[in-house]
């Protein structure tokens, strides 16, 4: 069985900083592609960035502010935020595409989530 277990979210006042980290455990056998993404209240759940066989991706809100790295060691992907705005406000969700061993194929799979508060 396969998890993804999100940490480091909360609040913070504008200006400010958070580190999220996200930590696949399982029988994994590859990881294809590991990000995160957000979700506000009454909006689509968004693409924040991601990395992609070694290459990262950054929403254009986020560019400039936000660090999207891997530890491949410990199967975990972690989200560098700074300069947090209040419009960054959300759930975010960590994201992997991982191939189990015994499989042939990688499957999606999402955290629970965590919510980043941008407030004063």
């Known amino acids: 069985q396969v998890q993804l277990v999100e940490s480091g979210g909360g609040l913070v006042q504008p200006g400010g900083s958070l580190r999220l980290s996200c930590a696949a455990s399982?029988?994994?056998?590859?990881?294809?592609?590991m990000g995160w993404y957000r979700q506000a209240p009454g909006k689509e759940r968004e693409l924040v960035a991601a990395?992609?066989?070694?290459?990262?991706n950054y929403a254009d809100s986020v560019k400039g502010r936000f660090t999207i790295s891997r530890d491949n060691a410990k199967n975990t992907v972690y989200l560098q935020m700074n300069s947090l705005k209040p419009e960054d406000t959300a759930v975010y969700y960590c994201?992997?595409?991982?191939?189990?061993?015994?499989?042939?194929?990688?499957?999606?799979?999402w955290g629970q989530g965590t919510q980043v508060t941008v407030s004063s």
């Open positions: 994201n992997a595409d991982l191939t189990l061993s015994g499989s042939y194929f990688p499957r999606n799979y």
């Open positions: 399982g029988t994994i056998f590859s990881i294809s592609s």
């Open positions: 990395i992609i066989r070694g290459n990262t």
